[in-house]
């Protein structure tokens, strides 16, 4: 791979499952500390269900009593002056270095959500705040979504779903399609991040052979998810399916440009859950209007495309709206992950998902 190896790289916390809370009786925080709900009414309505709300309650004293999505206004400054934390998600402001100078008691950032890089600023790490993240539960979905796609591809859903509905009442035309299979197939995962570990995990059950081009990643650690550490360029040439989950840094830009898309074989998937500047769409385009390569597009770059991009005709391409990260009810796991590390941080004891002003040039 052209990249250097860490720029495929994500912080790598696991993330155990649904959060299980303490039982009744169980010893409770030693210190019970302020905290500011800052994101918007939607993220705040999406993450917080009557229990979490009442599990917050019950963890720290809250400034405000609704969430703000702005540092400005004077409630919100005297707030800030009295706040231990602050508890983030999607609609919250950058954190500079003004806001922290109207916050002196200000300790930690806890994110519900994934990416810190839009809100906590050089500021913030100057400062020495401890910043954890949601990252981890996101990736939950994202893996999902990724799996699903997976499969449909393999037995080339979307295709056959678009041509039924253009010709009602007919399938002879289904062998046309081409091979629909997923047994003894090739799936290449680019990028043995938190999500790409999850997705190689989801694959063991089915009669796949699973590639990762990762070069950071450690090879026996490969291996031992099941699956075969491979080069980019041979992952690409090899697979049936290929399924991006690199972080979008100025080295990933057009990771896979026009040579790597034609690297892929004919009639192969290309699935996209992680950033749309991961893909040159002008050359993907050319391939998928050539109708050798097929696309499972979550991200695009721009993000969303022109009205008129053909991606959105074609009937070997997906393309839906950013939705494989937390949606609905799948919010409040990223909501309980936060709530655990407050507690932790409450109690005094190492927190989990700590993110560092170096792990940032690897991170989406």
Avoid at 26 to 53: C, G, I, K, T, W
Wanted: proline share 7%; charged share 25%.
């Amino acid at each position: 791979m052209d990249a250097p190896s860490e720029l495929l790289r994500c912080q790598e916390s696991a993330y155990p499952g649904p959060v299980r809370h303490r039982p009744t009786g169980a010893s409770m925080p030693h210190e019970r500390v302020s905290a500011m709900l800052v994101m918007s009414d939607a993220a705040y309505r999406d993450l917080f269900d009557d229990a979490l709300r009442a599990r917050l309650e019950g963890l720290a004293g809250l400034v405000l009593p609704r969430p703000v999505a702005t540092f400005d206004g004077t409630a919100v400054r005297a707030a800030l002056a009295g706040t231990d934390v602050l508890l983030t998600s999607w609609g919250c402001p950058p954190i500079d270095a003004d806001v922290l100078a109207a916050a002196p008691r200000l300790r930690a950032v806890f994110h519900a959500a994934g990416s810190v890089k839009h809100h906590v600023t050089d500021a913030c790490w100057d400062r020495g705040l401890a910043v954890t993240t949601a990252a981890a539960a996101n990736a939950v979905p994202v893996a999902e979504y990724t799996l699903a796609a997976i499969l449909a591809a393999g037995k080339r859903v979307p295709r056959f779903a678009a041509e039924f509905r253009a010709r009602p009442g007919e399938w002879g035309w289904r062998d046309a399609v081409g091979d629909a299979s997923n047994y003894q197939r090739v799936v290449g995962v680019v990028g043995f991040s938190r999500i790409g570990r999850r997705v190689v995990d989801l694959l063991r059950p089915f009669d796949l052979t699973v590639l990762v081009a990762d070069p950071f990643a450690d090879a026996a650690e490969v291996a031992a998810a099941g699956a075969e550490p491979a080069e980019l360029d041979d992952l690409l040439a090899r697979s049936d399916v290929v399924t991006l989950h690199a972080p979008s840094l100025p080295e990933t830009r057009h990771l896979i440009d026009a040579r790597r898309c034609g690297l892929m074989r004919d009639g192969a998937t290309l699935i996209n859950t992680a950033r749309g500047a991961l893909v040159d769409h002008a050359a993907l385009t050319a391939e998928c209007e050539s109708g050798r390569l097929h696309a499972v597009l979550d991200v695009t770059d721009p993000e969303p495309l022109a009205p008129d991009s053909p991606l959105y005709r074609l009937p070997n391409v997906v393309l839906t709206p950013h939705v494989a990260g937390a949606l609905g009810t799948e919010c409040r796991r990223l909501a309980a992950l936060a709530l655990d590390e407050l507690e932790r941080f409450a109690a005094g004891e190492p927190l989990r998902h700590e993110v560092r002003r170096a792990d940032l040039v690897v991170q989406a």
